[in-house]
């Protein structure tokens, strides 16, 4: 009942658009075993093909199936897929962020803690340059007009997740900044959004994270960096160099994920990923008109808003994710009624991202031609 409530407190008060996100239903039928086998020899032929190597998640007609190639650990012999690895999810944790914050939209109207997407960060951050003039919605687009970058140089310290929302603040004041209203795409902005959600419930981000969608969906293989249990490892990141596989060994080291709250600090595998897509629509996390809302922000000034792109007339969703220093690649391109797409978390790449989403459409058209598009 009180999921109800708020659901139709949120219709009212959010302002919606005609749009809205069709939660994926029960495929009307299920692939043979001879059809699994056959995508999973195309999707292994492919990654082999482009030399990458990862895990990936393809959804067709309604149904997921997870395909890995390559070892995700090379010194351990550990392959990805193995259900000790996890993955570093970087720039796809922003949505995720977003959703928890249209939650707390939805849950504080009509409270002393009641704000929106207008309302001014200068709330939380009186300190902040141009705070009084930047508004949440400004952060979930990447048009608060910060440009403060250096934000994943490991600075080699392992903060805290306040002490490092602090030195984001610091950082971007003692900086020259934008104009707000301008578009510009920055981690500060989503380290900002976990602050606001860690002074709005007075929990840390990281409860939150754990009670809003790790419990909520019942994931088994999702983390924040710290929390990663000792029977698990995240991924190592290798290239393709002089013809020789696994060169050039990288990871994400704890004091560079500890800078990155709320916008690339969480590890996952691509079918725990897709679960929390469908989360995005069915209830679990958001409903259908929330994530209405939060897909079509009127700040937005691009095809970007709240943590993803939506494409071709909102029939399309997708979003990229890398982290400076070392060789991940992630992209997922789905239709917006979840029931064709892709999800690929990548840990062998040559490091250019149009290359890592050539791969991807190139097993997009396999599973659904004449329906994506390559970038």
């Not at 691509?270 to 079509?296: A, C, E, W």
């Amino acid at each position: 009942m009180k999921r109800k409530l708020l659901a139709a407190t949120a219709a009212i008060t959010l302002g919606l658009s005609s749009f809205t996100l069709t939660a994926p239903v029960k495929p009307a039928y299920a692939a043979t075993a001879e059809q699994k086998t056959q995508m999973r020899n195309f999707v292994r032929s492919t990654l082999g093909k482009h030399n990458v190597r990862g895990s990936v998640v393809v959804i067709k007609d309604g149904e997921p199936q997870q395909i890995s190639y390559g070892w995700g650990w090379y010194g351990k012999k550990l392959g990805n897929g193995n259900s000790k690895v996890v993955y570093p999810t970087c720039s796809l944790q922003k949505v995720i962020t977003a959703a928890m914050i249209i939650q707390l939209i939805n849950e504080t109207n009509h409270t002393n803690q009641q704000f929106s997407q207008y309302t001014k960060i200068s709330r939380w951050y009186p300190n902040l340059k141009n705070a009084d003039q930047i508004s949440v919605g400004n952060l979930l687009t990447h048009t608060s007009g910060i440009t403060a970058t250096d934000t994943e140089i490991d600075r080699g310290y392992n903060y805290s997740e306040e002490n490092s929302i602090n030195w984001i603040v610091d950082h971007v004041n003692s900086r020259g900044e934008g104009q707000p209203g301008t578009y510009f795409y920055n981690n500060t902005n989503y380290i900002l959004l976990a602050g606001i959600i860690a002074k709005v419930t007075n929990q840390s981000y990281e409860s939150n994270f754990q009670t809003r969608i790790v419990n909520k969906l019942g994931l088994q293989h999702t983390y924040l960096y710290q929390n990663i249990p000792k029977d698990k490892t995240d991924a190592i990141s290798y290239t393709y160099s002089n013809g020789k596989n696994y060169q050039d060994a990288e990871y994400v080291k704890r004091s560079l994920a500890s800078q990155l709250p709320g916008a690339a600090n969480m590890f996952s595998t691509p079918m725990d990923y897709y679960k929390i897509l469908v989360g995005l629509s069915n209830g679990q996390i958001l409903d259908r008109s929330d994530f209405n809302y939060l897909t079509h922000l009127k700040s937005k000034v691009t095809e970007y808003s709240g943590g993803v792109y939506l494409k071709n007339n909102d029939t399309l969703m997708s979003s990229y994710g890398n982290l400076a220093g070392t060789h991940f690649g992630n992209w997922f391109q789905v239709t917006t009624d979840m029931k064709n797409g892709l999800i690929m978390f990548l840990n062998q790449t040559d490091n250019n991202e149009n290359n890592q989403k050539d791969v991807g459409y190139e097993i997009l058209n396999y599973i659904k031609p004449n329906t994506f598009t390559q970038r």
